[in-house]
Protein backbone atom coordinates (compact mmCIF):
# COMPACT_ATOMS: atom_id res chain seq x y z
CA UNK A 1 0.00 0.00 0.00
CA UNK A 2 1.12 3.47 -0.67
CA UNK A 3 0.87 5.92 2.45
CA UNK A 4 1.12 9.67 2.79
CA UNK A 5 2.58 11.66 5.89
CA UNK A 6 1.05 15.59 6.30
CA UNK A 7 3.57 17.43 8.14
CA UNK A 8 7.40 18.34 8.59
CA UNK A 9 7.68 17.99 12.37
CA UNK A 10 9.20 15.74 14.55
CA UNK A 11 5.74 13.88 15.38
CA UNK A 12 5.35 12.62 11.72
CA UNK A 13 9.09 12.05 11.46
CA UNK A 14 8.43 9.26 14.05
CA UNK A 15 5.21 7.97 12.40
CA UNK A 16 7.20 7.74 9.17
CA UNK A 17 10.34 6.04 10.54
CA UNK A 18 7.60 3.47 12.29
CA UNK A 19 5.69 3.13 8.16
CA UNK A 20 9.12 2.40 7.18
CA UNK A 21 9.41 -0.39 8.92
CA UNK A 22 6.13 -1.75 7.64
CA UNK A 23 5.65 -4.78 5.70
CA UNK A 24 2.95 -3.84 3.87
CA UNK A 25 4.27 -0.25 3.19
CA UNK A 26 5.10 -0.08 -0.48
CA UNK A 27 6.01 3.68 -1.12
CA UNK A 28 6.08 6.07 1.62
CA UNK A 29 5.20 9.98 0.99
CA UNK A 30 5.85 13.14 3.13
CA UNK A 31 4.07 16.56 2.57
CA UNK A 32 6.23 18.56 2.94
CA UNK A 33 8.04 16.13 5.15
CA UNK A 34 11.58 17.73 6.89
CA UNK A 35 15.31 16.55 6.69
CA UNK A 36 15.31 13.95 8.76
CA UNK A 37 11.66 12.42 6.53
CA UNK A 38 13.69 12.81 3.19
CA UNK A 39 16.06 9.67 4.70
CA UNK A 40 13.38 7.11 4.72
CA UNK A 41 10.73 8.38 2.61
CA UNK A 42 9.81 10.84 -0.54
CA UNK A 43 9.19 14.30 0.02
CA UNK A 44 6.98 15.95 -1.45
CA UNK A 45 6.71 20.27 -2.08
CA UNK A 46 3.47 20.30 -0.96
CA UNK A 47 2.18 22.56 2.15
CA UNK A 48 -0.67 20.97 4.54
CA UNK A 49 -3.21 22.91 3.43
CA UNK A 50 -3.17 22.51 -0.14
CA UNK A 51 -5.87 20.27 -0.50
CA UNK A 52 -6.40 20.51 -4.21
CA UNK A 53 -2.48 19.43 -5.34
CA UNK A 54 -2.98 16.73 -2.42
CA UNK A 55 -5.44 15.07 -3.78
CA UNK A 56 -3.60 15.55 -7.15
CA UNK A 57 -0.78 14.08 -5.90
CA UNK A 58 -2.62 11.03 -4.40
CA UNK A 59 -4.16 10.16 -7.36
CA UNK A 60 -1.52 10.58 -9.22
CA UNK A 61 0.44 8.39 -7.16
CA UNK A 62 -1.67 6.36 -5.72
CA UNK A 63 -2.03 6.84 -2.38
CA UNK A 64 -4.23 4.09 -0.25
CA UNK A 65 -4.05 6.22 3.07
CA UNK A 66 -3.34 9.42 4.36
CA UNK A 67 -1.93 10.48 7.91
CA UNK A 68 -2.82 13.69 9.22
CA UNK A 69 -0.35 14.72 11.38
CA UNK A 70 -1.17 18.39 12.47
CA UNK A 71 -4.54 19.99 13.43
CA UNK A 72 -4.63 22.66 11.00
CA UNK A 73 -5.94 21.08 7.97
CA UNK A 74 -7.90 18.82 9.77
CA UNK A 75 -9.99 22.06 11.64
CA UNK A 76 -10.14 23.53 7.91
CA UNK A 77 -11.56 19.98 6.29
CA UNK A 78 -8.86 17.90 4.59
CA UNK A 79 -10.64 14.95 5.26
CA UNK A 80 -14.14 16.82 4.00
CA UNK A 81 -12.40 17.35 0.77
CA UNK A 82 -11.35 14.38 0.04
CA UNK A 83 -14.68 12.40 0.54
CA UNK A 84 -16.39 15.15 -1.56
CA UNK A 85 -14.59 14.38 -4.91
CA UNK A 86 -15.94 10.75 -6.35
CA UNK A 87 -11.94 10.24 -7.46
CA UNK A 88 -10.58 10.60 -3.28
CA UNK A 89 -13.08 9.51 -1.83
CA UNK A 90 -11.65 6.01 -1.66
CA UNK A 91 -8.43 6.76 -0.04
CA UNK A 92 -8.92 6.44 3.84
CA UNK A 93 -7.75 9.80 5.65
CA UNK A 94 -6.55 8.95 9.02
CA UNK A 95 -7.81 12.08 11.12
CA UNK A 96 -11.25 13.24 11.44
CA UNK A 97 -13.89 15.30 9.28
CA UNK A 98 -14.10 19.03 10.09
CA UNK A 99 -17.05 18.89 12.76
CA UNK A 100 -14.95 15.84 14.38
CA UNK A 101 -12.16 18.05 14.68
CA UNK A 102 -13.94 20.62 16.84
CA UNK A 103 -13.11 18.68 19.77
CA UNK A 104 -9.66 20.54 19.46
CA UNK A 105 -10.82 23.56 17.08
CA UNK A 106 -13.49 25.19 19.77
CA UNK A 107 -13.24 24.73 23.27
CA UNK A 108 -16.57 25.89 23.86
CA UNK A 109 -17.74 22.80 21.24
CA UNK A 110 -15.64 20.40 23.21
CA UNK A 111 -17.19 21.69 26.90
CA UNK A 112 -20.11 21.28 25.84
CA UNK A 113 -19.77 17.76 24.45
CA UNK A 114 -18.15 16.64 27.79
CA UNK A 115 -21.38 18.05 29.75
CA UNK A 116 -23.57 16.24 27.64
CA UNK A 117 -21.83 12.89 27.88
CA UNK A 118 -21.05 13.15 31.30
CA UNK A 119 -16.99 13.06 30.87
CA UNK A 120 -15.45 14.11 33.95
CA UNK A 121 -14.07 18.15 33.70
CA UNK A 122 -13.48 21.24 35.13
CA UNK A 123 -16.78 23.52 35.68
CA UNK A 124 -16.94 26.17 32.73
CA UNK A 125 -18.80 28.60 31.27
CA UNK A 126 -18.74 30.53 27.69
CA UNK A 127 -18.73 33.74 27.44
CA UNK A 128 -19.16 35.75 23.73
CA UNK A 129 -17.84 39.64 23.20
CA UNK A 130 -21.07 41.16 23.71
CA UNK A 131 -21.10 39.31 27.43
CA UNK A 132 -17.95 41.07 28.20
CA UNK A 133 -20.42 42.49 31.07
CA UNK A 134 -21.52 38.88 32.48
CA UNK A 135 -18.46 37.67 32.16
CA UNK A 136 -16.58 40.14 34.70
CA UNK A 137 -19.80 39.58 37.03
CA UNK A 138 -18.85 35.94 36.70
CA UNK A 139 -15.30 36.72 37.49
CA UNK A 140 -16.21 38.33 40.67
CA UNK A 141 -17.95 35.46 42.28
CA UNK A 142 -15.33 32.74 41.54
CA UNK A 143 -12.97 31.58 43.10
CA UNK A 144 -9.11 31.32 42.46
CA UNK A 145 -7.23 31.20 40.43
CA UNK A 146 -9.45 30.64 37.70
CA UNK A 147 -8.52 29.72 33.76
CA UNK A 148 -9.36 31.26 30.83
CA UNK A 149 -9.54 29.86 27.42
CA UNK A 150 -10.18 31.07 23.99
CA UNK A 151 -12.62 29.25 22.50
CA UNK A 152 -10.44 28.85 18.78
CA UNK A 153 -6.67 27.43 17.49
CA UNK A 154 -4.17 29.87 19.43
CA UNK A 155 -1.24 27.78 18.50
CA UNK A 156 -0.96 26.56 22.09
CA UNK A 157 -1.21 30.03 23.44
CA UNK A 158 -4.85 30.82 24.19
CA UNK A 159 -4.94 29.56 27.74
CA UNK A 160 -4.16 31.94 30.49
CA UNK A 161 -4.54 31.26 34.20
CA UNK A 162 -5.11 33.83 35.86
CA UNK A 163 -3.87 33.95 39.91
CA UNK A 164 -5.84 37.51 40.55
CA UNK A 165 -8.99 38.85 39.79
CA UNK A 166 -7.28 41.75 37.90
CA UNK A 167 -5.59 39.90 36.01
CA UNK A 168 -8.40 37.55 35.01
CA UNK A 169 -10.52 41.28 34.24
CA UNK A 170 -7.55 42.05 32.36
CA UNK A 171 -7.45 39.02 30.40
CA UNK A 172 -11.05 38.78 29.93
CA UNK A 173 -11.41 42.25 28.07
CA UNK A 174 -8.19 41.67 26.08
CA UNK A 175 -9.43 38.70 24.71
CA UNK A 176 -13.31 39.37 24.52
CA UNK A 177 -12.91 43.31 23.69
CA UNK A 178 -9.71 43.24 22.24
CA UNK A 179 -9.51 40.06 20.40
CA UNK A 180 -6.33 39.20 21.58
CA UNK A 181 -6.46 36.02 19.73
CA UNK A 182 -8.40 37.16 17.21
CA UNK A 183 -10.91 35.57 16.19
CA UNK A 184 -9.78 32.60 18.33
CA UNK A 185 -11.00 34.83 21.21
CA UNK A 186 -14.53 36.32 20.15
CA UNK A 187 -15.67 33.12 22.93
CA UNK A 188 -14.01 32.72 26.17
CA UNK A 189 -14.24 29.98 28.44
CA UNK A 190 -13.47 30.44 31.43
CA UNK A 191 -12.84 27.62 33.68
CA UNK A 192 -11.99 26.27 37.20
CA UNK A 193 -8.88 25.28 37.83
CA UNK A 194 -8.25 21.94 38.72
CA UNK A 195 -5.08 21.18 41.00
CA UNK A 196 -3.56 17.51 39.89
CA UNK A 197 -0.64 15.86 37.82
CA UNK A 198 -0.99 15.89 33.88
CA UNK A 199 -0.67 13.11 31.46
CA UNK A 200 -1.85 12.85 27.83
CA UNK A 201 -4.07 9.59 26.68
CA UNK A 202 -3.98 8.65 23.03
CA UNK A 203 -6.80 6.60 21.34
CA UNK A 204 -6.87 5.85 17.43
CA UNK A 205 -10.14 5.38 16.17
CA UNK A 206 -11.60 3.96 13.19
CA UNK A 207 -15.31 5.50 12.97
CA UNK A 208 -17.01 2.39 15.38
CA UNK A 209 -13.94 1.05 17.33
CA UNK A 210 -10.51 2.23 19.25
CA UNK A 211 -7.07 1.26 20.04
CA UNK A 212 -5.91 2.90 22.77
CA UNK A 213 -1.86 3.87 22.50
CA UNK A 214 0.55 4.37 24.99
CA UNK A 215 0.18 7.16 27.24
CA UNK A 216 2.74 9.71 28.05
CA UNK A 217 3.44 13.01 29.79
CA UNK A 218 4.73 16.38 28.12
CA UNK A 219 6.52 18.83 29.72
CA UNK A 220 5.23 22.52 28.38
CA UNK A 221 7.06 24.87 30.06
CA UNK A 222 10.67 26.35 28.85
CA UNK A 223 12.38 26.10 31.77
CA UNK A 224 13.46 23.50 34.53
CA UNK A 225 11.02 22.88 37.07
CA UNK A 226 8.06 23.90 34.86
CA UNK A 227 9.22 27.39 35.09
CA UNK A 228 8.87 30.04 32.37
CA UNK A 229 7.15 30.07 29.38
CA UNK A 230 4.83 27.71 27.36
CA UNK A 231 6.61 25.55 24.14
CA UNK A 232 4.63 23.26 22.22
CA UNK A 233 6.34 20.70 24.38
CA UNK A 234 10.39 20.06 25.34
CA UNK A 235 10.48 16.64 26.17
CA UNK A 236 8.15 13.51 27.03
CA UNK A 237 7.96 10.57 28.58
CA UNK A 238 6.36 6.81 27.93
CA UNK A 239 4.93 4.96 30.20
CA UNK A 240 3.53 7.41 33.03
CA UNK A 241 4.44 5.69 36.32
CA UNK A 242 1.77 7.67 38.23
CA UNK A 243 -0.78 6.32 35.85
CA UNK A 244 -1.42 2.16 37.08
CA UNK A 245 -3.64 0.07 35.46
CA UNK A 246 -6.57 1.06 37.95
CA UNK A 247 -6.03 4.58 36.55
CA UNK A 248 -6.07 3.85 33.60
CA UNK A 249 -9.01 1.68 33.61
CA UNK A 250 -10.51 4.48 34.51
CA UNK A 251 -9.93 6.83 31.89
CA UNK A 252 -11.30 3.87 29.56
CA UNK A 253 -14.62 3.85 31.21
CA UNK A 254 -15.06 7.01 32.38
CA UNK A 255 -13.08 9.33 29.21
CA UNK A 256 -12.44 6.75 26.58
CA UNK A 257 -16.01 5.06 26.06
CA UNK A 258 -18.57 7.83 26.33
CA UNK A 259 -16.73 9.99 24.11
CA UNK A 260 -16.64 7.33 21.54
CA UNK A 261 -20.24 6.63 22.00
CA UNK A 262 -21.00 10.32 22.38
CA UNK A 263 -19.15 11.13 19.01
CA UNK A 264 -21.24 7.96 17.49
CA UNK A 265 -24.64 9.69 19.14
CA UNK A 266 -23.41 13.03 17.39
CA UNK A 267 -23.39 11.58 14.29
CA UNK A 268 -19.55 11.69 13.82
CA UNK A 269 -17.60 9.44 12.14
CA UNK A 270 -14.47 10.09 13.76
CA UNK A 271 -11.60 8.29 12.24
CA UNK A 272 -7.76 9.28 13.82
CA UNK A 273 -6.01 10.09 16.49
CA UNK A 274 -7.86 11.30 19.75
CA UNK A 275 -5.29 12.85 22.41
CA UNK A 276 -7.22 13.63 25.40
CA UNK A 277 -5.39 16.07 27.65
CA UNK A 278 -5.83 14.68 31.63
CA UNK A 279 -5.71 16.02 34.71
CA UNK A 280 -5.19 13.20 37.50
CA UNK A 281 -7.56 15.14 40.14
CA UNK A 282 -7.08 12.98 43.36
CA UNK A 283 -6.91 9.63 41.32
CA UNK A 284 -9.60 10.56 39.22
CA UNK A 285 -9.16 11.63 35.56
CA UNK A 286 -10.79 15.11 34.40
CA UNK A 287 -10.43 16.13 30.25
CA UNK A 288 -8.50 19.21 30.20
CA UNK A 289 -8.34 19.15 26.74
CA UNK A 290 -8.98 16.85 23.70
CA UNK A 291 -6.81 17.13 20.29
CA UNK A 292 -8.00 15.90 17.00
CA UNK A 293 -4.23 14.71 16.45
CA UNK A 294 -1.26 13.21 17.92
CA UNK A 295 0.77 15.24 20.27
CA UNK A 296 4.42 16.27 19.89
CA UNK A 297 6.65 15.31 21.18
CA UNK A 298 4.73 12.72 22.96
CA UNK A 299 4.53 10.80 19.45
CA UNK A 300 7.97 10.47 19.76
CA UNK A 301 7.92 8.53 22.83
CA UNK A 302 4.30 6.62 21.63
CA UNK A 303 5.40 5.32 18.37
CA UNK A 304 8.78 3.75 19.30
CA UNK A 305 7.30 2.10 21.64
CA UNK A 306 4.15 0.71 19.58
CA UNK A 307 5.99 -2.68 17.88
CA UNK A 308 2.99 -3.82 15.79
CA UNK A 309 3.21 -2.71 12.04
CA UNK A 310 2.20 0.67 12.13
CA UNK A 311 0.80 0.13 8.24
CA UNK A 312 -1.44 -2.39 9.47
CA UNK A 313 -2.32 -0.58 12.34
CA UNK A 314 -3.84 2.33 9.81
CA UNK A 315 -5.03 -0.30 7.80
CA UNK A 316 -7.12 -1.51 10.44
CA UNK A 317 -8.49 2.40 10.37
CA UNK A 318 -9.57 1.82 7.01
CA UNK A 319 -10.76 -1.44 7.39
CA UNK A 320 -13.09 -0.78 10.27
CA UNK A 321 -11.27 -3.55 11.95
CA UNK A 322 -9.40 -1.95 14.68
CA UNK A 323 -11.42 -3.83 17.04
CA UNK A 324 -9.86 -7.08 15.70
CA UNK A 325 -6.33 -5.42 15.70
CA UNK A 326 -4.13 -6.00 19.22
CA UNK A 327 -1.61 -3.76 19.48
CA UNK A 328 1.99 -4.37 20.85
CA UNK A 329 3.59 -2.18 23.18
CA UNK A 330 7.72 -2.58 24.32
CA UNK A 331 7.31 -2.26 28.01
CA UNK A 332 10.49 -0.36 28.49
CA UNK A 333 10.19 3.49 28.99
CA UNK A 334 10.98 5.65 26.36
CA UNK A 335 12.21 9.23 27.24
CA UNK A 336 12.43 12.19 24.36
CA UNK A 337 14.17 15.61 24.82
CA UNK A 338 13.70 18.63 22.72
CA UNK A 339 16.62 20.38 21.43
CA UNK A 340 15.34 24.25 20.50
CA UNK A 341 16.76 27.18 19.09
CA UNK A 342 18.04 29.87 21.89
CA UNK A 343 15.21 32.45 22.52
CA UNK A 344 12.29 30.00 21.85
CA UNK A 345 9.28 30.42 22.19
CA UNK A 346 10.00 33.85 21.44
CA UNK A 347 12.57 35.44 18.54
CA UNK A 348 15.38 33.20 18.18
CA UNK A 349 18.15 32.76 15.25
CA UNK A 350 17.79 30.01 12.33
CA UNK A 351 20.39 29.06 10.04
CA UNK A 352 23.07 28.04 12.41
CA UNK A 353 25.22 24.26 11.16
CA UNK A 354 24.03 21.30 13.51
CA UNK A 355 26.96 18.95 14.15
CA UNK A 356 27.02 16.00 16.44
CA UNK A 357 23.90 13.71 14.50
CA UNK A 358 25.80 11.24 13.57
CA UNK A 359 27.99 10.81 16.90
CA UNK A 360 24.73 10.18 18.91
CA UNK A 361 24.51 6.70 20.02
CA UNK A 362 21.58 4.39 21.58
CA UNK A 363 18.76 6.85 20.54
CA UNK A 364 16.57 7.78 17.91
CA UNK A 365 16.76 11.01 16.29
CA UNK A 366 13.71 12.96 14.86
CA UNK A 367 14.03 16.28 13.34
CA UNK A 368 11.90 18.94 13.83
CA UNK A 369 12.62 22.38 12.50
CA UNK A 370 16.22 21.39 10.34
CA UNK A 371 16.27 22.46 7.16
CA UNK A 372 19.55 22.09 4.80
CA UNK A 373 21.41 25.36 3.35
CA UNK A 374 25.16 24.56 0.77
CA UNK A 375 24.60 21.09 2.21
CA UNK A 376 24.75 21.54 5.49
CA UNK A 377 22.07 20.94 8.22
CA UNK A 378 20.94 24.21 9.66
CA UNK A 379 18.34 24.99 12.46
CA UNK A 380 15.24 26.77 10.60
CA UNK A 381 12.96 26.16 13.68
CA UNK A 382 12.12 26.67 17.52
CA UNK A 383 11.94 23.04 18.37
CA UNK A 384 14.80 21.67 16.39
CA UNK A 385 15.91 17.57 17.60
CA UNK A 386 14.37 15.43 19.33
CA UNK A 387 16.15 12.79 21.00
CA UNK A 388 14.64 9.17 22.21
CA UNK A 389 16.19 7.04 24.31
CA UNK A 390 14.81 3.77 25.88
CA UNK A 391 15.30 2.35 29.49
CA UNK A 392 14.69 -0.21 32.02
CA UNK A 393 13.14 2.42 33.90
CA UNK A 394 13.29 6.51 33.89
CA UNK A 395 16.74 7.58 35.16
CA UNK A 396 18.43 4.90 32.27
CA UNK A 397 16.38 5.87 29.49
CA UNK A 398 17.00 9.62 30.01
CA UNK A 399 20.28 9.09 30.32
CA UNK A 400 20.37 8.16 27.04
CA UNK A 401 18.80 10.99 26.15
CA UNK A 402 20.57 13.58 28.08
CA UNK A 403 24.16 12.30 26.60
CA UNK A 404 22.83 12.48 22.91
CA UNK A 405 21.35 15.60 23.54
CA UNK A 406 24.68 17.22 24.80
CA UNK A 407 26.18 15.39 21.79
CA UNK A 408 24.07 17.54 19.19
CA UNK A 409 24.67 20.80 19.21
CA UNK A 410 24.84 24.23 17.35
CA UNK A 411 25.06 27.80 18.19
CA UNK A 412 22.83 28.97 20.96
CA UNK A 413 20.88 25.29 21.51
CA UNK A 414 18.86 25.08 24.38
CA UNK A 415 17.54 21.86 26.33
CA UNK A 416 15.70 21.01 29.48
CA UNK A 417 17.97 18.79 31.67
CA UNK A 418 15.29 17.89 34.17
CA UNK A 419 12.90 16.10 31.95
CA UNK A 420 11.64 12.66 33.93
CA UNK A 421 13.16 13.89 37.23
CA UNK A 422 9.63 14.21 38.72
CA UNK A 423 8.01 10.95 37.98
CA UNK A 424 10.78 9.22 39.74
CA UNK A 425 8.93 9.12 42.89
CA UNK A 426 6.43 7.15 41.45
CA UNK A 427 8.22 4.66 39.78
CA UNK A 428 8.09 1.17 41.70
P1 LIG B 1 -5.12 23.46 27.06
O1 LIG B 1 -4.70 24.23 25.84
O2 LIG B 1 -6.60 23.43 27.31
O3 LIG B 1 -4.46 22.12 27.15
O4 LIG B 1 -4.45 24.21 28.30
C1 LIG B 1 -3.06 24.43 28.36
C2 LIG B 1 -2.54 24.09 29.72
O5 LIG B 1 -3.19 24.90 30.71
C3 LIG B 1 -2.84 22.67 30.15
O6 LIG B 1 -1.89 21.78 29.68
C4 LIG B 1 -2.82 22.79 31.65
O7 LIG B 1 -1.49 22.78 32.13
C5 LIG B 1 -3.39 24.16 31.90
N1 LIG B 1 -4.83 24.07 32.19
C6 LIG B 1 -5.83 24.13 31.29
N2 LIG B 1 -7.04 23.99 31.90
C7 LIG B 1 -6.79 23.87 33.22
C8 LIG B 1 -7.60 23.72 34.37
N3 LIG B 1 -8.93 23.69 34.30
N4 LIG B 1 -6.99 23.61 35.57
C9 LIG B 1 -5.65 23.65 35.66
N5 LIG B 1 -4.81 23.81 34.62
C10 LIG B 1 -5.36 23.92 33.40
N1 LIG C 1 2.88 18.56 23.23
C1 LIG C 1 1.56 19.07 23.25
C2 LIG C 1 0.86 19.07 21.98
O1 LIG C 1 1.26 18.48 20.99
O2 LIG C 1 -0.21 19.69 21.93
Known amino acids: ?72 PLVKGVKDFFKAKESTKHICIVGPDKVGAQLEGSKDFSKNFM ?20 GLKYLETHSLPIVLKADGLAAGKGVIIAEDL ?79 QAFLDKVEQKVVIPTI ?23 E ?47 RTASTIVLVSGGYPEDYEKGFEISGIDAAENVHVFHSGTGLKEGKLINTGGRVITVTGFGKDIRDAIAKSNKAAETITWNKRYYRRDIGLDLLKYEK
Open 166 to 244: KTAKETLIDMLAHSKFGEASSKVVIEQFLKGIEMSSFVLCDGESYTILPEAKDYKRIGEQDTGLNTGGMGAISPVPFAD
Open 285 to 331: PYVIEYNARMGDPETEVVFPRITSDVGELFKAVADKQLKNFKIEVDP
Open 115 to 134: FKYGIPTAASRTFLSSELED
Open 1 to 72: MNFLVLGSGGREHAISWKLSQSKIVNKLFVAPGNPGTASIAENINIGVEEFEKLASFCLERSVDIVVVGPEV
Open 261 to 283: EGLKKEGIEYTGFLFIGLMNYNG
